[in-house]
T-cell receptor, first 111, second 116 residues
């Protein structure tokens, strides 16, 4: 069992649809990050959330950190084909700890 | 500003051999972390170096080792390769070490290692 569980593992949608990806744990995290990784490349940091209940927006992407800092979600509005990729959440249990990554959500947006 | 570079990008080795992978961080970054990414286990932390010192280590056997040079470039070494070591090895650089709330990591493209 992974410390951070991401769901769904795979998601295939049509361009223009909305979607939400979840990252859940029974542990409390001091911070949580979301990355996107494209084939043949390393993950690219999208956002860092540190405060329980925090909501951050990045264009069509909305990130939320749960009040108890145990879970997070990523919502994409009006998905585009360029959003295709592997979305990874990663959390630090405390400020001095290494990042633990979730298993990832592989998103495919079809034209 | 140039990003994180990793060499080589692809590598094929046979069981029992050893391998050395290289990572050059973003200019000015002193923290380098290494990760292993496999389809089955996902992304797992190997170790972190900051100012030539290993500060954190993940749960990997002693066959996996690393070092960092005075110019912040880092190498990781895997000895006595096993089939299960086949993976994408990612390096990430940061201005700040683990434990700093302002830390953000920037990943390189990775080295794809295949062990046959």
């Amino acid at each position: 069992t992974q410390l951070l569980e991401q769901s769904p593992q795979f998601l295939s949608i049509q361009e223009g649809e909305n979607l939400t990806v979840y990252c859940n744990s029974s542990s409390v995290f001091s911070s949580l990050q979301w990355y996107r990784q494209e084939p043949g490349e390393g993950p690219v940091l999208l956002v860092t959330v540190v405060t329980g209940g925090e909501v951050k927006k990045l264009k069509r992407l909305t990130f939320q950190f749960g009040d108890a800092r145990k879970d997070s979600s990523l919502h994409i509005t009006a998905a585009q084909t360029g959003d295709t990729g592997l979305y990874l959440c990663a959390g630090a249990l405390n400020a001095g700890n290494m990042l633990t990554f979730g298993g990832g959500t592989r998103l495919m947006v079809k034209p | 500003k140039a990003g994180v570079t990793q060499t080589p990008r692809y590598l094929i080795k046979t069981r029992g051999q050893q391998v050395t992978l290289s990572c050059s961080p973003i200019s000015g970054h002193r923290s380098v972390s290494w990760y292993q990414q496999t389809p089955g286990q996902g992304l797992q932390f190997l170790f972190e170096y900051f100012s030539e010192t290993q500060r954190n280590k993940g749960n990997f056997p002693g066959r996996f080792s690393g070092r960092q040079f005075s110019n912040s470039r880092s190498e990781m070494n895997v000895s006595t390769l096993e089939l299960g070591d086949s993976a994408l090895y990612l390096c990430a650089s940061s201005l700040f070490p683990m434990g700093n709330s302002r830390r953000e990591q920037y990943f390189g493209p990775g080295t794809r290692l295949t062990v046959t």
